[in-house]
């Protein structure tokens, strides 16, 4: 398949383009500067070829139409058959649309996968259509879709890497040099501890006469400190009690000293004070309220004799409310009245400027005599809209000759384009002989991939020869000593597990070549126990390994026969394509690819002539529409004068110039019945300003007869004495009921002055008498009484306490002594003897523990001395971890033999075996970093793909540069893109602004390869 040109309604920038010229047969490049619209072009032909994402995708451009249009186009394609088709779709969610390119079919829908063949979206856009982004990233050539392809070729994705770690996991499990929690490790510190445990049970038994002797000396020194202990504790008890007597007998003492000095008083209520506070408080609240009722009053008065009204406006009531409910309807009169003269004015001034676009000669009687009804108004639409159809027709004409005659251009133009071409192609071969030699040079490559392998087996086969004649001629050698059987054993056993683990893993080939070496490794190991002591050859015994020599010698016999017959078919191909020399892979590529330059030329060829014979004959159908375009232009002007003839008729007839516009007669008319609806409106705004005028007139006369009637002068316009007028009646009325109102206060505060006077003489009486019952004369003299009382019993309370606690401390029966010891008694000295005693009982604490302690070890080592009967016991838990660490060494030697054998397996099938995609893609990778990177190597497990340097060494993609990774990702999609043309219909390959992080000869190198895969 192959897009020759495409069209673009709407997609990003591009608004109904279409390329200059078409797309080249081979490589084509898009040159633009930045936001040109080359990845949008990219973009487009992706998403024409596998549909439009919906608008609920929020993470991706979805390039709408910036400059117009509906977002779609057209591809044009050719498709393999040699056909031509037109793959079309229209807005998001539009269907594609495929048909035949010069529209003679609408074809199915099932076209277009046939098309594009069978890859999908997911392999075309993250291999054959990519950007920079898409290179940069190896995540998308790891999906799912182009894994597949790599393991259809042969890479696999065999579990191998997990087998050997489990059999690394598994050994290291069991033993570590350095480790502390491995099986081995634990079973060797387990049979250390038991040795030692033996040698100490054997040694116990001259201790226990040694310890009962001990122990009973111990338990006589326990007795004596005890004693010792319990007399101090008793003398500390004692000087306790007396420190804890001491305060209280303290407090004792000072409160008695204090009561002696205090009178004895009458009792007095408890809230005695509360109520000689509550007595005062209320007589100086009563005393402040008669003081401000006086002021009160006076304030009053005065307010009284300063209210005076003036009683002729109030007789003017009514006058000035009916003027003040008229206020706002006279302004709006006055506002009325010049608004109309402003609209009359306007309307004046518009009547004057549309009497001067109708031009002189027109006043109000023409105007009036003027006829604009509706049959005079159709007849003048009709003759100028057959005056404009014609000015279209005339138009459409001119426009289609010009069309139709740069069509012929264009179509002259290409036909030289395409003679052109022609030329520069050259004589070139039919497409069918073209085609034999590319098949021929397809061939080759094969036959000389097949020599290589067999060449590759022959050489295996040769080592196989030789390592069974090195097994062969150890039969020969005399055995020095006789050797254990048990490594033979362990290699049996990790043949036997290889061979599981194959099956296990669904990779039984690998395990099952795995498990053949281990079992010939194991077979030699044994027969070479079974030579004698004896200096003599054992030739007999090896009877089985010279067969098995013989039968790889017929083997590489038979291979290098098949290699001669397959050197012969290379030879003739050789001689059918002219080869000379030496004939290498090298030498049969660059045949492949230049049998392929020849078959893509005479392809081109024979398309070319194709489209001379196209273009010939549209360029006749161009001179046709040229000549009916010429004759239709000619119609049209006829047309045109007869119509123009018909309107300066109708124009003359109404008394208008015969070169009025007719476009402008629809304004004329408008024009006219507009100022005739003037000349009406001012003779209406006349007669309303009339009727306004009396109306104001009327309002005025009313308030300045008011205003003399209440003495005022007429000071400023109507409306503001009116203002006045209403603003003086409401101060007035506000005056006379301010002083309504101070009369009736005055009356209410004589009464209440009246009425607290006496409640403070009788407040002043209570007082007196209360001071009389607590036997005092004055308020302060009687706080000072109720003190002393309430102090008085405070110390009493004190004294009584002291004794209870006392008496708590000492017992009733010591209590008289204990008063009498506490009246010498000295806090100093006493807590001094005190400390002394406490110190000689923590003497005595630590005697005792020490003691306790020694008696219960001594004890321990007794009993234990007693029950020891283990030795037995140790000595065969002993012998039982002995025996298990020599089967579990036994084990992990089985695990570390298999592991070793396994990762040599795998390093062989990884270094010879490779897919074909890698090695297509490694022939590139090599050409772009000019041969310093030789190989790429895909894990056989399907880990992490990594690349071989020159001088043999490996990198993994982390430690490759960004460039180089690029680079890589590049050559991996090409090796893709090789596999998938050889296998399936060829697709559209397109690659947007891959090289910027090229050196400059790795761009040069990656140019030429794309010119190659092109």
């Known amino acids: 398949m192959k897009i020759s040109s495409l069209f673009i309604d709407g997609f990003g920038v591009f608004n109904k383009w279409k390329p200059p010229e078409e797309f080249g047969d081979g490589l084509t490049a898009v040159i633009g500067e930045n936001e040109a619209g080359k990845t949008t072009l990219l973009s487009f032909i992706r998403r024409m070829l596998y549909g439009f994402p919906g608008g609920r995708k929020q993470n991706i451009n979805h390039y709408h139409p910036v400059n117009g249009g509906t977002i779609g186009g057209r591809l044009e394609i050719l498709g393999d058959d040699g056909r031509e088709y037109h793959l079309s779709r229209s807005g998001v969610r539009g269907e594609p649309s495929?048909?035949?390119?010069?529209?003679?079919?609408?074809?199915?829908?099932?076209?277009?996968?046939?098309?594009?063949?069978?890859?999908?979206?997911?392999?075309?856009?993250?291999?054959?259509?990519?950007?920079?982004?898409?290179?940069?990233?190896?995540?998308?050539?790891?999906?799912?879709?182009?894994?597949?392809?790599?393991?259809?070729?042969?890479?696999?994705?065999?579990?191998?890497?997990?087998?050997?770690?489990?059999?690394?996991?598994?050994?290291?499990?069991?033993?570590?040099?350095?480790?502390?929690?491995?099986?081995?490790?634990?079973?060797i510190s387990g049979i250390k501890a038991l040795d030692q445990e033996i040698r100490d049970a054997k040694s116990k038994q001259s201790e226990y006469d040694r310890i009962t002797d001990d122990l009973a000396?111990?338990?006589?020194?326990?007795?004596?400190?005890?004693?010792?202990?319990?007399?101090?504790?008793?003398?500390?008890?004692?000087?306790?009690?007396?420190?804890?007597?001491?305060?209280?007998?303290?407090?004792?003492?000072?409160?008695?000293?204090?009561?002696?000095?205090?009178?004895?008083?009458?009792?007095f209520p408890e809230d005695a004070l509360v109520q000689l506070n509550k007595m005062q408080e209320e007589i100086e609240r009563l005393t402040e309220v008669c003081r401000d009722l006086q002021e009160s009053i006076g304030t009053t008065e005065q307010q009284y004799r300063n209210c005076k009204v003036r009683d002729e406006i109030l007789a003017e009531k009514d006058a000035?409310?009916?003027?003040?409910?008229?206020?706002?309807?006279?302004?709006?009169?006055?506002?009325?009245?010049?608004?109309?003269t402003n609209k009359r004015t306007q309307e004046e001034q518009r009547l004057t400027e549309k009497i001067g676009y109708l031009g002189p000669g027109w006043d109000e009687e023409r105007i009036s005599l003027f006829d604009t009804s509706v049959p005079v108004r159709d007849e003048a639409d009709g003759i100028r809209e057959r005056?404009?159809?014609?000015?279209?027709?005339?138009?459409?004409?001119?426009?289609?000759?010009?069309?139709?005659?740069?069509?012929?251009?264009?179509?002259?133009?290409?036909?030289?384009?395409?003679?052109?071409?022609?030329?520069?192609?050259?004589?070139?071969?039919?497409?069918?002989?073209?085609?034999?030699?590319?098949?021929?040079?397809?061939?080759?490559?094969?036959?000389?991939?097949?020599?290589?392998?067999?060449?590759?087996?022959?050489?295996?086969?040769?080592?196989?020869?030789?390592?069974?004649?090195?097994?062969?001629?150890?039969?020969?050698?005399?055995?020095?000593?006789?050797?254990?059987?048990?490594?033979?054993?362990?290699?049996?056993?990790?043949?036997?597990?290889?061979?599981?683990?194959?099956?296990?893993?669904?990779?039984?080939?690998?395990?099952?070549?795995?498990?053949?070496?281990?079992?010939?490794?194991?077979?030699?190991?044994?027969?070479?126990?079974?030579?004698?002591?004896?200096?003599?050859?054992?030739?007999?015994?090896?009877?089985?390994?010279?067969?098995?020599?013989?039968?790889?010698?017929?083997?590489?016999?038979?291979?290098?026969?098949?290699?001669?017959?397959?050197?012969?078919?290379?030879?003739?191909?050789?001689?059918?394509?002219?080869?000379?020399?030496?004939?290498?892979?090298?030498?049969?590529?660059?045949c492949l690819h230049a049998s392929e330059d020849l078959l893509r030329k005479a392809e081109r060829a024979a398309e070319v002539d194709r489209d001379i014979r196209q273009a010939i004959s549209l360029l006749q159908d161009a001179d046709d529409v040229l000549r009916n375009a010429q004759m239709q232009l000619a119609d049209a002007r006829s047309e045109r004068s007869a119509v123009l003839e018909r309107w300066k008729a109708w124009c003359t007839a109404r008394d208008l110039s015969p070169d009025t516009n007719p476009d402008r007669v629809p304004d004329l008319f408008n024009e006219i019945e507009a100022a005739a609806h003037a000349y009406t409106r001012i003779r209406g705004y006349k007669t309303e300003e009339e009727g306004i005028a009396a109306t104001i007139e009327r309002f005025q006369e009313r308030v300045s007869a008011v205003a003399a009637a209440c003495g005022e002068a007429m000071n400023g316009p109507h409306d503001f004495v009116a203002e006045d007028l209403a603003r003086m009646l409401d101060e007035e009325e506000a005056l006379d009921r301010t002083r309504s109102s101070l009369k009736e206060r005055l009356e209410g505060l004589h009464n209440k002055l009246e009425k607290e006077s006496g409640r403070l003489a009788e407040a002043d009486g209570k007082l007196n008498t209360f001071l009389g019952d607590g036997g005092a004369e004055t308020a302060d003299e009687?706080?000072?009484?109720?003190?002393?009382?309430?102090?008085?019993?405070?110390?009493?309370?004190?004294?009584?306490?002291?004794?209870?606690?006392?008496?708590?401390?000492?017992?009733?029966?010591?209590?008289?002594?204990?008063?009498?010891?506490?009246?010498?008694?000295?806090?100093?000295?006493?807590?001094?003897?005190?400390?002394?005693?406490?110190?000689?009982?923590?003497?005595?604490?630590?005697?005792?523990?020490?003691?306790?302690?020694?008696?219960?070890?001594?004890?321990?080592?007794?009993?234990?001395?007693?029950?020891?009967?283990?030795?037995?016991?140790?000595?065969?838990?002993?012998?039982?971890?002995?025996?298990?660490?020599?089967?579990?060494?036994?084990?992990?030697?089985?695990?570390?033999?298999?592991?070793?054998?396994?990762?040599?397996?795998?390093?062989?099938?990884?270094?010879?075996?490779?897919?074909?995609?890698?090695?297509?893609?490694?022939?590139?990778?090599?050409?772009?970093?000019?041969?310093?990177?030789?190989?790429?190597?895909?894990?056989?497990?399907?880990?992490?793909?990594?690349?071989e340097e020159a001088n043999g060494s490996h990198k993994t993609l982390p430690q490759l540069s960004r460039g180089t990774a690029e680079q890589l990702y590049l050559a991996l999609r090409f090796g893709y893109i090789r596999d998938y043309a050889t296998s399936s219909v060829p697709v559209p390959i397109i690659f947007d602004d891959i090289l910027v992080n090229f050196d400059p000869a790795r761009r040069k190198n990656a140019c030429e390869a794309i010119a190659d895969l092109a």
Not at 108 to 114: D, G, K, Y
Not at 321 to 335: D, F, K, L, P, T
Not at 559 to 568: G, L, V
Request: charged fraction near 30%; hydrophobic fraction near 35%.
């Open 217 to 267: 000396r111990l338990t006589g020194d326990l007795h004596e400190e005890q004693e010792r202990k319990q007399g101090f504790s008793g003398e500390i008890e004692y000087y306790t009690a007396l420190a804890q007597a001491w305060e209280p007998f303290s407090e004792r003492k000072d409160a008695l000293e204090e009561v002696r000095e205090i009178p004895k008083t009458g009792p």
């Open 387 to 590: 005056l404009r159809s014609a000015d279209r027709a005339c138009e459409k004409a001119q426009s289609d000759l010009s069309v139709a005659d740069q069509a012929v251009k264009e179509k002259a133009a290409s036909l030289s384009t395409l003679q052109d071409r022609r030329k520069e192609i050259g004589e070139v071969p039919d497409t069918e002989t073209a085609g034999r030699r590319h098949a021929h040079a397809r061939e080759l490559i094969g036959r000389i991939q097949e020599l290589d392998e067999y060449d590759a087996r022959i050489q295996s086969i040769q080592q196989e020869e030789a390592r069974r004649d090195e097994i062969l001629s150890a039969f020969s050698r005399p055995e020095e000593s006789a050797a254990p059987s048990w490594p033979g054993i362990l290699v049996l056993v990790a043949a036997v597990l290889s061979i599981t683990g194959g099956v296990l893993m669904d990779a039984l080939l690998l395990g099952g070549i795995v498990g053949l070496l281990l079992i010939i490794a194991a077979g030699g190991f044994f027969l070479s126990m079974r030579k004698g002591s004896e200096e003599t050859n054992t030739f007999a015994e090896a009877g089985s390994y010279q067969a098995e020599i013989k039968r790889l010698a017929e083997q590489r016999r038979d291979a290098e026969s098949k290699r001669d017959q397959i050197r012969q078919t290379v030879q003739q191909l050789a001689d059918t394509l002219g080869m000379n020399g030496s004939i290498t892979r090298k030498a049969a590529e660059d």
């Open 782 to 947: 009687y706080r000072t009484r109720v003190t002393q009382s309430v102090e008085r019993a405070r110390l009493l309370g004190i004294i009584q306490n002291a004794e209870s606690t006392i008496r708590r401390i000492s017992g009733d029966e010591r209590y008289a002594e204990f008063m009498a010891a506490l009246e010498t008694y000295d806090p100093l000295s006493m807590g001094v003897q005190r400390e002394e005693k406490e110190e000689m009982v923590a003497d005595s604490e630590e005697r005792i523990a020490s003691i306790n302690r020694e008696i219960g070890q001594l004890n321990a080592e007794k009993k234990q001395i007693e029950e020891d009967h283990n030795l037995p016991l140790l000595l065969s838990r002993h012998a039982a971890l002995v025996e298990e660490l020599r089967s579990v060494s036994r084990q992990w030697a089985v695990y570390t033999v298999a592991s070793k054998l396994l990762n040599q397996a795998v390093a062989t099938f990884e270094r010879e075996r490779q897919p074909q995609i890698i090695r297509e893609a490694q022939s590139f990778f090599s050409r772009f970093t000019g041969g310093r990177y030789t190989r790429i190597i895909t894990p056989l497990d399907g880990g992490d793909i990594y690349v």
């Open 320 to 340: 000035i409310h009916e003027i003040e409910r008229n206020i706002e309807y006279y302004r709006s009169q006055v506002a009325a009245r010049e608004d109309v």
């Open 98 to 187: 495929v048909t035949l390119a010069d529209g003679s079919a609408t074809l199915p829908r099932s076209t277009l996968p046939s098309l594009l063949g069978p890859g999908n979206q997911v392999f075309y856009e993250n291999v054959c259509a990519i950007g920079l982004d898409e290179l940069q990233q190896f995540s998308t050539l790891d999906q799912d879709e182009i894994r597949d392809r790599l393991a259809a070729a042969g890479a696999g994705n065999l579990p191998v890497r997990k087998v050997a770690s489990f059999l690394d996991d598994s050994a290291d499990a069991i033993y570590a040099v350095r480790g502390k929690k491995k099986q081995m490790n634990e079973l």
